[in-house]
């Protein structure tokens, strides 16, 4: 069975930076797609960012240019550097994983961790 924590989360002010990490146990991770959502209050969750094995990357398209995702096959981890981080981007981060990246695009996954909660505020 897959295991995600994540990591990272806290209060940063608008304009500010979070590295988020999670660490995934369980699993073949050097062959799983890896995915970041994120699940603000009153909204549906979303998908943030992937990364394939190949570290392929893709964005969803409100984060482009600010935001980084990244792997490290060695210690089972994907991060997710976020930069300029706004308001409405406070939400309760997850990270989760598939074989196939339509999969982790789609959000058809497994088992959701804890997460971690990032609060965008003055």
């Known amino acids: 069975q897959v295991q995600l924590v994540e990591s990272g989360g806290g209060l940063v002010q608008p304009g500010g930076s979070l590295r988020l990490s999670c660490a995934v146990s369980?699993?073949?991770?050097?062959?799983?797609?890896m995915g970041w959502y994120r699940h603000a209050p009153g909204k549906q969750r979303e998908l943030v960012a992937a990364?394939?094995?190949?570290?392929?990357?893709n964005y969803a398209e409100s984060v482009k240019g600010r935001f980084t995702v990244s792997r490290d096959n060695a210690k089972n981890t994907v991060y997710l550097q976020m930069t300029s981080l706004k308001p409405e981007e406070t939400a309760v981060y997850y990270c989760?994983?598939?074989?196939?990246?339509?999969?982790?695009?789609?959000?058809?996954?497994?088992?959701w961790g804890q997460g971690t909660e990032v609060t965008v505020c003055k």
């Open positions: 989760n994983t598939d074989r196939c990246l339509l999969a982790v695009v789609a959000g058809n996954v497994g088992a």
């Open positions: 369980g699993s073949t991770f050097s062959i799983n797609a």
């Open positions: 990364i394939t094995t190949d570290g392929t990357t």
